[in-house]
T-cell receptor, first 113, second 115 residues
């Protein structure tokens, strides 16, 4: 069964802290790992994505760390702000011939001022 | 606004009725996806089109669900004989195949409530 397990379900962090959200996958054929951000009433928006040939990718305050041997990847948000409060989803697709995204269950992040 | 648009944004219907949703993708995008999202969960893939061809359908897509993209532009998702379990957010996304890892841009969704 193809699956992505995401943790924690919810997270509260003080402004300026570094929330970390983790995902674990099962199938070693997965080869694309995006993170999406979703605000209430909106569709998900792509935040940052990584391929398994690199161990880390940074875009602004967002960093993905990827551990291929452990089949895990995580999102770090540096200098977090109240505007980062949203639900974050990790995802993957099974292979380059199958583009249907498989999603984690989501993490509801609250950044307290 | 050149993003993905969906209509209606909200739909309340009685069990047993048919409903149809529309998605207008970003104009140059050749791929269009439908997902279903229930509260507290990530989206679940339903189906996708490349141009007007429907290339993949999830097992979640029972025979009460049908999707079309007749001219390779907008798409419709119809649910016949709605059930209370169909209550969810229906999300549409589009992408340009072969561009930037097939990055999918999502619309705001249609929230369906079946009474």
């Amino acid at each position: 069964q193809q699956q992505v397990k995401q943790s924690p379900q919810s997270l509260i962090v003080q402004k300026g802290g570094i929330p970390i959200i983790n995902c674990a996958y099962e199938n070693t054929a997965f080869d694309y790992f995006p993170w999406y951000q979703q605000f209430p009433g909106k569709g998900p928006a792509l935040l940052i994505a990584i391929r398994p040939d690199v161990s880390e990718k940074k875009e602004g305050r967002f960093t993905i760390s990827f551990n291929k041997s452990a089949k895990q990847f995580s999102l770090h948000i540096m200098d977090s702000q109240p505007g980062d409060s949203a639900t974050y989803f990790c995802a993957t697709w099974p292979s380059r011939s199958n583009y249907q995204l498989i999603w984690g269950a989501g993490t509801k992040l609250i950044i307290k001022p | 606004d050149t993003g993905v648009s969906q209509d209606p944004r909200h739909k309340i219907t009685k069990r047993g009725q048919n409903v149809t949703f529309r998605c207008d993708p970003i104009s140059e995008h050749n791929r269009l996806y439908w997902y279903r999202q229930t509260l507290g969960q990530g989206p679940e893939f339903l189906t996708y089109f490349q141009n007007e061809a429907q290339l993949e359908k999830s097992r979640l897509l029972s025979d009460r669900f049908s999707a079309e993209r007749p001219k390779g532009s907008f798409s419709t998702l119809e649910i016949q004989r709605t059930e209370q379990g169909d209550s969810a957010m229906y999300l549409c996304a589009s992408s340009l195949f072969g561009h930037r890892e097939d990055e999918q841009f999502f619309g705001p969704g249609t929230r369906l409530t079946v009474l």
